[in-house]
């Protein structure tokens, strides 16, 4: 009978590679679970012993499939042996607690049967689509910069900005009016310049960096962008929503007000820059080879770089610095923050600051990743909200977390052959809905 896997022996570094890390997944799950389910010292009953039981044993059952499988064994059977024991660990783990309508604080359990099923999906998406997993890599961490900025704002101002992706896309092209100085003409096709001096200007700013497809104004014109963004969502704020904070407006309205602006963002696009889609640098982008039959465009490499870079730069803003600190306190209680005597009013400009930065970064990238496009940033609206509402809303590493979640997830859910490439951004409404049900704060929210 034919392998239903097929005959992989280039698979055989991929599977050496997973295991090795999937066993400290593997413990550091199981000991959640465990800790969750023995609760106070004492198990509770015979279906908490079993739990616990099967948890431990999945442990050398998984360290056995990879021995067997280093000495001649077949890879079905360490499929077999690696990855049905997840599909029993989340029987257990969703039916038992359920059955027996476990203890409130049992939560956590949830918690955990969630991260096993994203560590064995992104493992199983290694081994068979893992083209498909490093496209959801790269676009999860464009979605989780965006999804990081909007927490921000629903965690300090408490309301959905839905004109977050229109925002991203108009710093996108603010980027290119500074990297070109072109906006379009007053007839068809034609284009003017407006400004007289741009970026390429600067000596060497269209020679590429390595084999990126762009030069350091590309990098130049994301800075001035973000700075220009950070300043124009300070000032909606004091135009609009600060407005509506002291008539004490509904949640409602500044969400009615968020989407209002969002429509005219996308006007001023189109009225700048016309409907067509437009690249940062045309022409035939470098890929390059990677380990473990990997390949990459080399300007996924340099997202991916900044991408990481700007969430290392917030983390330690939020964590690390007094302002983060007071922004955090202000997400977790505005009345008990204004009477510590902090500025409430001057954390507000700092978030919509810190915000509009993100917002610039992650559509510069998204657009060098696909393109320029007036219609783009509301497309993305949805997975934004997705990655910050499974993640926790209000919740910086949350929404971090989520972004690569869901933008993994339908990079990868998109190859099976019953789903259309069409539906990706409905995989994210899907995995939202998922969260909803079995884990209504989302995975690292705070009980209410």
């Given amino acids: 009978m034919a392998s239903p896997v097929g005959d992989l022996p280039q698979l055989s570094i991929w599977v050496e590679v997973g295991l090795l890390v999937g066993v400290p997944l593997y413990a550091a799950v199981f000991a959640a679970l465990f800790q969750s389910l023995v609760g106070y010292n004492r198990l509770r009953s015979s279906s908490d012993i079993f739990t616990a039981v099967t948890l431990w044993l999945l442990v050398p059952l998984h360290i056995g499939g990879w021995l067997a ?28 607690p359920r059955i027996e309508q476990l203890r409130s604080h049992d939560d956590n359990i949830n918690f955990g049967g969630i991260i096993a099923n994203i560590v064995v999906f992104v493992f199983a998406a290694a081994i068979w689509e893992h083209d498909a997993l490093t496209v959801g890599i790269v676009l999860g961490a464009i979605i989780a910069l965006g999804a990081v900025g909007l927490t921000l704002i629903f965690g300090v101002l408490k309301f959905a900005h839905f004109a977050h992706g229109d925002s991203m896309m108009l710093s996108a092209f603010v980027a290119w009016l500074l990297l070109n100085g072109i906006i379009v003409g007053e007839r068809a096709g034609s284009e003017t310049t407006l400004l007289p001096v741009n970026v390429n200007d600067l000596p060497g700013a269209e020679s590429a960096i390595w084999d990126f497809s762009f030069g350091y104004g590309l990098i130049v014109a994301m800075l001035l962008a973000a700075v220009l963004t950070a300043g124009l969502m300070v000032g909606i704020d ?8 002291k008539r004490k407006s509904d949640i409602v ?7 209002g602006l969002a429509f005219v963002m996308r006007s001023v696009i189109l009225i700048f820059w016309g409907p067509t889609p437009r690249l940062y640098t045309p022409g035939i982008r470098n890929r390059i080879d990677l380990p473990f039959d990997v390949s990459l465009l080399a300007d996924q490499v340099f997202i991916l770089a900044a991408a990481f870079v700007v969430t290392a730069v917030v983390y330690v803003l939020l964590f690390r610095t007094k302002l983060g600190k007071a922004m955090r306190a202000m997400a977790d209680n505005p009345d008990l923050a204004r009477i510590s005597g902090i500025d409430t009013d001057r954390i507000i400009t700092w978030t919509w600051a810190v915000s509009g930065c993100l917002i610039a970064i992650a559509g510069v990238l998204l657009a060098l990743q696909a393109h320029l496009d007036s219609e783009l940033g509301f497309t993305l609206l949805l997975p934004l909200f997705a990655a910050a509402i499974v993640g926790g809303l209000g919740n910086p590493l949350g929404a971090l977390v989520g972004g690569f979640v869901v933008g993994i997830t339908q990079e990868v859910a998109v190859t099976f052959d019953f789903l259309s490439p069409g539906y990706k951004f409905s995989v994210a409404f899907a995995v939202l809905i998922l969260i909803l049900v079995v884990r209504p704060r989302g995975l690292f929210g705070e009980r209410s």
């Fill in 69 to 96: 499988y280093q000495y001649g064994g077949s890879l079905e059977a360490l499929l077999l042996l690696t990855i049905w024991p997840y599909v029993w660990l989340t029987a257990v783990v969703y039916g038992l």
């Fill in 238 to 245: 004091r135009m609009v929503y600060r407005r509506l904070r």
């Fill in 253 to 259: 309205i500044f969400a009615i007000a968020s989407l």
